[in-house]
């Protein structure tokens, strides 16, 4: 029996009194109803980033912060950003983390969940799109912008409206399901020509 694909939900805030938990756990728990992933919190706040990033050795060995993320990286299957929106983009963190790696991103599907004013986050999105397909990994149409998010959710962190936010997340959701078994056979098996690296051992 082929395992379910996992699914890491990355917390793409640091900030102290950040709002990203909150719209992680609500995404995270909605896709374990979903029933299609086994699904992973990956808080970058857990991790001390350095923001400098290595040299131009392949063999060095990366800092032990960096090494402890690329592993719970490289085991998922497919990603979805919780990111908020900073200056019309998206945070600092964010863009460290994804500039460690590479093959961990790589052949992967991608979706994003933003939260901000007026536009939820959008702008933020927008350029997060135009920097995956450089891994390559692919990121999905079906996205969730939370506008105006201090109203989408009460004092305890649920949804306002739990059966309207979830046509949305059911939405990333179905799209990542197809893509995510069909890309993590194509790792294991297939010769991505772009790329001078085994996949297969890149992946988990």
Do not use: C
């Not at 992680?24 to 992973?40: I, L, P, S």
């Not at 350029?127 to 692919?138: K, M």
């Not at 959710?153 to 059911?170: I, N, T, Y």
Request: avoid cysteine; hydrophobic fraction near 45%; glycine fraction near 6%.
């Amino acid at each position: 029996m082929t395992a379910r694909p996992r699914l890491a939900v990355v917390i793409g805030s640091i900030r102290p009194e950040r709002f990203g938990p909150t719209v992680a756990t609500w995404f995270a728990a909605e896709a374990r109803r979903h029933g299609d992933f086994d699904v992973e919190l990956v808080d970058l706040a857990e991790y001390d980033l350095p923001m400098e990033l290595a040299g131009n050795d392949p063999n060095a060995e990366p800092p032990a912060e960096v090494a402890r993320l690329g592993a719970r990286l490289a085991a998922a299957d497919a990603f979805v950003l919780v990111t908020p929106v900073y200056n019309r983009s998206y945070s600092a963190a964010l863009k460290t983390a994804i500039d460690w790696f590479y093959g961990e991103w790589t052949l992967r599907p991608v979706s994003f969940v933003s939260y901000g004013g007026i536009t939820g986050g959008l702008t933020a999105i927008e350029h997060l799109r135009g920097v995956f397909p450089e891994f390559p990994a692919v990121t999905v149409k079906n996205f969730i912008a939370l506008a105006n998010y201090w109203t989408v959710f009460d004092h305890d962190g649920r949804p306002v409206d739990s059966e309207g936010l979830r046509v949305p997340a059911v939405a990333v959701l179905d799209e990542l399901a197809w893509w995510a078994p069909m890309l993590r056979e194509a790792r294991q098996t297939r010769r991505y020509p772009a790329l001078d690296f085994d996949l297969a051992g890149a992946s988990a």
